[in-house]
């Protein structure tokens, strides 16, 4: 029923079906509902055929744009979560996963590097923070997280890291 209202949008591959929301109809209907975040991407999908792969591409990928910038802009949270982000974007959790599978770094991976980054640029600039404040201004919950993610990401503990800093 959904189907041929086109309200939903059906992928098949063998035996596996995936619906996506058509927001094209809702958007005609009730601007308003559409999210700040995906307002520009539906906006120029009205524009193209639906159907189209290069249409359905695009989306996506403007969509890892915004979910990536909801994720730089709330990053200090802790609990930041596919589920907010999800929401934000006005799309589900596995859908917003599905934008990170042909990406570089999945979901978790990406806000892990843009908190280790924000992390290192603090360590350097801020030597009189400990270590501990600066994993939880950037967002870690936990401090055995943090110095596993940083460890793995410079090749070194935080620590470690700020005295090579401090070197040069």
């Not at 189907?3 to 992928?11: F, G, P, Q, Y």
């Not at 809702?26 to 975040?37: L, T, V, Y």
């Not at 934000?88 to 570089?104: K, P």
């Not at 501990?132 to 596993?148: I, N, P």
């Amino acid at each position: 029923m959904l189907e041929e209202a086109d309200l939903i949008i059906v992928s098949r591959a063998g035996r596996e079906r995936w619906n996506y929301l058509n927001a094209l109809p809702i958007k005609r209907i009730h601007g308003r509902w559409i999210s700040e975040h995906a307002a520009h991407p539906v906006t120029i999908l009205d524009r193209l055929k639906p159907g189209m792969p290069e249409v359905r591409a695009a989306l996506r990928s403007g969509l890892r744009y915004a979910a990536e910038e909801i994720m730089a802009r709330d990053k200090y949270q802790q609990k930041l979560t596919p589920a907010k982000v999800a929401l934000e974007l006005g799309i589900s959790v596995r859908q917003l996963h599905v934008l990170f599978e042909h990406a570089e770094l999945t979901f978790a991976r990406t806000l892990a590097s843009m908190r280790t980054s924000q992390a290192r640029r603090l360590l350097v600039e801020r030597p009189a923070l400990p270590v501990t404040e600066v994993a939880y201004a950037c967002g870690f919950d936990s401090l055995a997280r943090f110095y596993r993610l940083f460890t793995g990401a410079y090749g070194m503990a935080p620590g470690e890291f700020r005295a090579a800093g401090s070197l040069h």
